[in-house]
């Protein structure tokens, strides 16, 4: 026979096989047991979560010649022929290549057909949001009122884009996604079948990458036995996954909380490298900076959810203030979504880098405190000076809270002196040099430049093109090119960085022969400065032609006076 896959082998047949979905089976149990089996279901929820496999372990048990506790046998003719697809009246039709008009009704034509081989013909429709309009129109009769051996089982990912009425004449079931833990169970169980050996921690790998879909777990258990060598380790588990290991994202955090945003760039380069995908990085990032929270606010479920705990990651989770970790996780979470619109991953998983690296990361004052308190302790103390140092500690204890209160209060005169004052800007603007380059800019020249931008990040190095993303050209002369990034601060660094204007430099004069001078600029100052521009170009305007009237005005008067004689000429003002 055919090697079969694991998510098929190993595909539910009874309710009691499926995992993680108990408050649904049991509702279906006890439905049959009582016989008040509805004559609609809707079961949705994620991919891989057992919808279909409830569907058809459902349409087994009604049609059991011998069910027991609302349990299919699974020996029974009946049982066998609808598992092996031979019953003709248990159907399952695909929505996503059957979802016209014309299928429905069909459908609502045999319905009429009593069953003929079991006692109740039984419709499974999967992915049923994939219908068209008129497709639900002509099956919404059919499901208010169908026949009494008619059964309906409607599964879907996404049941938003179902009509409410189709909704209304169902029981609904929202299949939950599975947890972590079932998903290793279930696992370990099957490579006990299989007598695999496997090391514990490899589990939890390939769980928490599944995402909670079974059938994903059992499609990348499929893959990791396949890559082995008979013995499933972490390293082939990280291997297939593309997933980080600890020490990896360890190393990546130290380098951020620093802000050594060289060293962070070179390991983002070093993943890449490895073949790690952007996404993924990102995704493992996003999930590691939840388990550093999670671990300092409670250690024991982040300890029966991981493979294993380092060192590092002990010392990361007591050097990191969780307001910084916050940070962390919106700016991840945010890049991620921006991540799924767009060609080139990489850039923006280097720009992300950068951002982190910025966030200034505080240790948290308790762990300073503890620090300091364990550091002395009065048992390490001895003799007759013992009370005298207690005595000196309470005075400096006090002085320095007296000294931080007069701190804080300075502070907060500085700050509101500070409110009634406009923000000085982090990087001046060169003003003067960006309205010489506006004066001679032309549509062609930053069209051009703007043509090979995307290439020209490709000629950079990895720093160089993670601060230029977060830039556009704005304006272009012939001596001259203005760029203007999103933040300050990589105004500042792109404007003190010889090294990479030379760079841009060079790649334009080597892409469209064009070497200008790069001026930056923010972007939130661009639209300010080009006002200012074509202001102060307006007003230059109109006083050259109050000058060319007050000429022609003198000469007009001149040459009266030629004609009539000055003594008959009267000059009256407006």
């Known amino acids: 026979m055919a090697y079969q896959a694991l998510y098929r082998e190993w595909r539910p047949q009874t309710f009691d096989d499926l995992v993680g979905q108990s408050i649904i089976t049991q509702t279906l149990k006890h439905a049959i047991m009582q016989q008040k089996v509805s004559h609609a279901y809707l079961f949705t929820g994620p991919r891989g979560t057992g919808k279909t496999s409830a569907a058809k372990i459902f349409a087994k048990a009604i049609n059991c010649e011998h069910s027991t506790n609302g349990e299919p046998c699974n020996e029974c003719d009946n049982c066998k022929g609808i598992t092996e697809g031979r019953i003709n009246d248990v159907l399952e039709i695909d929505a996503a290549s059957n979802n016209g008009v014309e299928e429905i009704r069909d459908i609502r034509d045999k319905v009429k057909y009593a069953p003929t081989q079991v006692p109740y013909k039984v419709y499974i429709i999967d992915e049923v949001h994939m219908l068209s309009t008129g497709a639900f ?23 938003h884009k179902i009509p409410a009425t189709i909704i209304s004449r169902t029981q609904r079931f929202d299949f939950k996604r599975i947890n972590t833990r079932d998903i290793e169970q279930r696992l370990a169980y099957i490579l006990q079948e299989k007598n695999i050996s496997f090391d514990g921690q490899v589990l939890k790998i390939v769980a928490r990458s599944a995402e909670g879909g079974m059938r994903d777990a059992l499609s990348i258990l499929d893959q990791l036995i396949s890559f082995s060598d008979g013995t499933l380790s972490v390293a082939d588990a990280l291997e297939v996954t593309g997933s980080l290991t600890s020490q990896m994202m360890d190393d990546y955090f130290f380098a951020c909380f620093h802000s050594d945003t060289q060293k962070s760039l070179e390991l983002v380069d070093s993943m890449l490298n490895e073949g790690k995908e952007s996404n993924r990085i990102v995704e493992n990032l996003l999930i590691h900076c939840r388990d550093i929270l999670m671990y300092q606010q409670a250690p024991r479920v982040v300890e029966s959810q991981l493979p294993s705990i380092s060192e590092s990651f002990k010392s990361l989770s007591e050097a990191i203030d969780s307001r910084v970790l916050y940070q962390w996780i919106e700016e991840l979470n945010e890049m991620q979504k921006n991540m799924k619109f767009t060609s080139q991953p990489s850039i923006y998983l280097e720009v992300l880098t950068i951002k982190l690296s910025e966030i200034m990361a505080v240790r948290p004052k308790k762990q300073v405190d503890n620090a300091s308190t364990e550091s002395v302790k009065p048992t390490d103390i001895k003799g007759e000076n013992y009370q005298e140092l207690v005595q000196k500690i309470q005075q400096l204890e006090k002085k320095l809270e007296t000294l931080q209160e007069n701190r804080s209060l300075q502070q907060e005169k500085k700050v509101k002196s500070s409110s009634s004052k406009a923000k000085q800007p982090l990087y001046k603007v060169p003003t003067e040099r960006i309205f010489q380059v506006l004066e001679n800019a032309t549509k062609e020249h930053l069209v051009n430049v703007r043509d090979v931008w995307v290439d020209l990040l490709q000629l950079l190095s990895v720093t160089q093109r993670a601060m230029l993303k977060a830039c556009e050209p704005v304006a272009a ?98």
């Open 137 to 159: 129109n002509a099956l919404l009769k059919t499901l208010e009122e169908p026949p009494e051996h008619v059964i309906f089982i409607l599964a879907t990912t996404e049941p």
């Open 477 to 574: 002369s012939e001596t001259g090119l203005v760029i203007a990034f999103d933040y300050d601060i990589l105004c500042q660094k792109a404007s003190n960085d010889e090294e990479l204007q030379q760079a841009v430099y060079n790649s334009l004069n080597r892409l469209i022969g064009y070497t200008p001078s790069l001026i930056s600029i923010p972007k939130d100052s661009w639209q300010e400065l080009r006002q200012q521009f074509i202001s102060q170009t307006d007003r230059t305007h109109d006083s050259d032609e109050n000058k060319v009237e007050q000429v022609e005005e003198d000469v007009l008067i001149s040459e009266a006076k030629k004609m009539f004689g000055e003594q008959n000429i009267q000059i009256i003002e407006d």
